[in-house]
């Protein structure tokens, strides 16, 4: 039996979510019809995490034990080909038996997008947070680096945790990009792994950092505090994308 990854990209909008939910359209039910229908088998897609409705990925991570002889350029090209247009295969290659999406990953990346322009771009209203407010976003950037190293997230943490809230973030940062002439603001932030809702809770406190109702020195004490209560409201999630998850 061989072990076939894959790297997905895929809009969020249309989906109830990544993992498979009974009666309800998911990013893994509809790979796990594709690969049945490519190949004839019936398999078990493992993502590498698991995304909301309306979160969007450019690099989820997956893999599936397999039987099939189709080579991995046939297997990226024929998914694709069968799957709806709000999802890709942009790569799949051949790993060791024992790699799992999921327990093998390293780090994962994370990317919000706030559209900042003082009208909502209609064209951005599902992939990015309108905020028509001015911002500061020096402060905000600033505020980011009191995650850099191993905390407990709990005070990020979405509702009904119960894993362990302990995380390492390796890096974030917060910059203005142009698109079409709207400023759209990037808050990039990667760690080991993720609790619920961990980005969305973040960007969520951010947001009063750049609205300077919150201080840098407040984040740091919110942190510490490890009480979801003192942070920032969870936002929508439609501006959310996985952009990679990085093995050894």
């Known amino acids: 039996m061989r072990n076939i990854a894959l790297r997905i990209e895929y809009d969020g909008t249309g989906f109830a979510g990544s993992q498979l939910q009974a009666n309800r359209r998911t990013v893994q039910g509809e790979i796990e019809r594709a690969w049945e229908q490519l190949t004839q088998e019936q398999r078990r897609i493992y993502l590498a995490g698991r995304t909301d409705a309306g979160v969007h990925a450019r690099g989820q991570a997956a893999n599936v034990w397999t039987n099939t002889h189709h080579t991995p350029a046939t297997i990226q090209r024929g998914l694709t080909a069968i799957l709806p247009e709000d999802i890709a295969i942009r790569d799949a290659w051949e790993v060791p038996p024992d790699f799992h ?43 980011l680096t009191v995650l850099l190293g191993t905390h407990d997230f709990a005070a990020f943490a979405g509702a009904g945790q119960e894993e362990p809230t302990v995380r390492t973030c390796y890096a974030a940062s917060c910059q203005v990009h142009d698109l079409w002439g709207q400023p759209l603001i990037a808050i990039d932030i990667a760690a080991n792994a993720f609790l619920r809702h961990m980005v969305r809770n973040i960007v969520g406190t951010l947001l009063l950092v750049g609205d300077n109702k919150r201080s840098v020195e407040d984040v740091a004490a919110i942190l510490a505090s490890r009480d979801r209560r003192k942070a920032g409201e969870t936002v929508p999630a439609h501006g959310l994308y996985l952009m990679s998850v990085n093995y050894p």
């Open 101 to 143: 999406a999921r327990h093998t990953a390293i780090s994962r990346e994370y990317r919000f997008l706030i559209d900042n322009g003082r009208v909502a771009s209609p064209l951005l209203r599902h992939y990015a947070l309108h905020v028509s407010r001015r911002l500061d976003i020096a402060a905000m950037d600033s505020a």
